[in-house]
């Protein structure tokens, strides 16, 4: 008997940035592990990045059904063009917010709840009740955020007692970073506090991107929990590096809430302490870089050592974090973001070059570099050893441009693509054999 299984989802190619890879890359390999795959996506969405390069990564023996989809965001952003930024989750520090940005952060808070997609959900529900019948599907797949997805999976649920609902959470819906950046207001901050319960409560399986999600789905009373992490596919480069330049590369969104600003005071120090640092040092950034950010770039003195790219098609970015000496991230400065481990992580790791990661204590980015050994994790108040850092990774490029530090290959593997693809099989697998048994 065919296993079918149907995934919602609101990122889809031609959606740019990470919200689109996990799902993509599952259903690349889906169907060779012995499940005929659905993707369920709007026709119209409102994208903040596009990259059309991804549609040609699309499994072609998977089945996409598409519906209209209204929200909201593409009036937001004739008034204020900002919308755009926040419906992917960036925020101005507060300081630098206007009246009509204010005002459209307190909207997307307490009148679109959980977020601006939430139009979808009844239509949705209404759709895919009569196609999950007729097709008989077996599992239902939802992935947020949008969170309001996971909204279509517990009305599906509620009408359809034997499926077998599987709730992925990219990200956390109230304890992520930006939630309390939203102006909730009481009534607000408690209906989006009791419908994640609710999912969370309902879902057969949680799936977790990081160990910390995964414990507090648990402690919020999930039936089941399973960390399936982001991963890493087609990495892995012969590229040579540039011997004229000592590369730092960023990839990905950069904005001022995560803007590791210890590290441009520890690079501007490094470049007054050494001449010839100054003169090989080179910045570059492939994603979006929010204006204030680069300010504080250009005030520590780095602007002449600063490319700035823009967003490019994923394989341009692949290409420029093989040619990295080191290869930078950050998270918020917060123990609530202890358990965010992003997408760029795990590529970063198959490059095999020295990845430098800033955030809060004891995070799941920190025990995976450990895990790994593919770099080094250190706090925002860490500045010396910041320097002392890129100060060993600069002295050993001058001695060999080319040189490789040794990691755990080992380690490294399990966060493949495919070898998560078959712990999801797994899950699945034992879902269905359950059922079959009762």
């Known amino acids: 008997m065919a296993k079918k299984v149907l995934i919602v989802s609101y990122y889809w190619p031609p959606s740019g940035g990470p919200g689109v890879?996990?799902?993509?890359?599952?259903?690349?390999?889906?169907?060779?592990?012995?499940?005929?795959?659905?993707?369920?996506?709007?026709?119209?969405?409102?994208?903040?990045?596009?990259?059309?390069?991804?549609?040609?990564?699309?499994?072609?023996?998977?089945?996409?059904?598409h519906t209209t989809i209204w929200e909201p965001y593409q009036l937001a952003e004739k008034l204020n063009p900002k919308n755009k930024a926040y419906k992917a989750g960036h925020f101005e520090q507060k300081e630098q917010q206007s009246f009509?940005?204010?005002?459209?952060?307190?909207?997307?808070?307490?009148?679109?709840?959980?977020?601006?997609?939430?139009?979808?959900?009844?239509?949705?529900?209404?759709?895919?009740?009569?196609?999950?019948?007729?097709?008989?599907?077996?599992?239902?797949?939802?992935?947020?955020?949008?969170?309001?997805?996971?909204?279509?999976?517990?009305?599906?649920k509620k009408r359809l007692d034997h499926l077998h609902w599987i709730a992925d959470f990219r990200d956390p819906w109230t304890d992520i970073s930006y939630h309390k950046e939203l102006k909730l207001t009481n009534w607000a901050a408690k209906k989006h506090r009791n419908l994640e319960k609710e999912v969370i409560q309902k879902a057969d399986v949680l799936l977790a991107t990081?160990?910390?999600?995964?414990?507090?789905?648990?402690?919020?009373?999930?039936?089941?929990?399973?960390?399936?992490?982001?991963?890493?596919?087609?990495?892995?480069?012969?590229?040579?590096?540039?011997?004229?330049?000592?590369?730092?590369?960023?990839?990905?969104?950069?904005?001022?809430?995560?803007?590791?600003?210890?590290?441009?005071?520890?690079?501007?120090?490094?470049?007054?302490e050494d001449k010839?640092?100054?003169?090989?040092?080179?910045?570059?950034?492939?994603?979006?870089?929010?204006?204030?950010?680069?300010?504080?770039?250009?005030e520590n003195g780095l602007e002449k050592n600063v490319f700035v790219h823009g967003y490019v098609a994923h394989k341009t970015a692949i290409e420029a974090i093989n040619k990295a000496n080191i290869l930078l991230m950050s998270n918020?400065?917060?123990?609530?973001?202890?358990?965010?481990?992003p997408g760029k992580l795990f590529e970063y790791m198959a490059t095999e070059n020295p990845i430098l990661a800033i955030g809060p204590t004891d995070s799941d980015v920190e025990k995976i570099l450990i895990q790994t050994?593919?770099?080094?994790?250190?706090?925002?108040?860490?500045?010396?050893?910041?320097?002392?850092?890129?100060?060993?990774?600069?002295?050993?490029w001058l001695n060999?441009?080319?040189?490789?530090?040794?990691?755990?290959?080992?380690?490294v593997e399990k966060f493949s693509r495919k070898n998560l693809t078959k712990k999801l099989v797994y899950l699945m697998d034992n879902m269905l054999k359950n059922s079959y048994e009762q």
């Open 210 to 272: 990081s160990y910390t999600d995964g414990e507090n789905f648990r402690q919020l009373g999930a039936r089941k929990v399973e960390v399936i992490t982001n991963g890493f596919e087609d990495v892995k480069q012969v590229s040579s590096k540039d011997s004229h330049f000592f590369e730092l590369t960023y990839s990905g969104g950069l904005e001022m809430l995560r803007n590791p600003l210890v590290v441009w005071e520890a690079l501007a120090e490094l470049m007054k």
């Open 400 to 411: 060999n441009p080319r040189v490789q530090l040794p990691i755990n290959k080992t380690e």
């Open 332 to 341: 918020f400065d917060n123990p609530a973001s202890r358990g965010i481990i």
């Open 100 to 156: 009509l940005s204010k005002l459209s952060v307190f909207v997307r808070g307490n009148f679109f709840i959980p977020d601006a997609r939430f139009f979808w959900v009844r239509p949705s529900i209404q759709f895919l009740t009569k196609y999950i019948e007729e097709e008989k599907i077996d599992i239902l797949i939802t992935t947020g955020p949008p969170h309001s997805m996971h909204l279509i999976g517990l009305g599906l």
């Open 276 to 298: 010839s640092f100054a003169q090989n040092l080179r910045i570059n950034f492939y994603g979006a870089l929010a204006e204030d950010v680069l300010q504080t770039i250009t």
């Open 21 to 65: 890879q996990r799902w993509l890359k599952f259903t690349k390999y889906l169907p060779e592990l012995g499940y005929e795959t659905y993707v369920y996506t709007p026709k119209n969405p409102s994208y903040p990045i596009i990259d059309e390069s991804l549609e040609r990564e699309i499994n072609p023996k998977i089945k996409i059904i």
């Open 373 to 396: 050994q593919t770099g080094k994790y250190f706090s925002y108040r860490e500045k010396e050893k910041i320097k002392q850092f890129i100060r060993r990774l600069y002295l050993q």
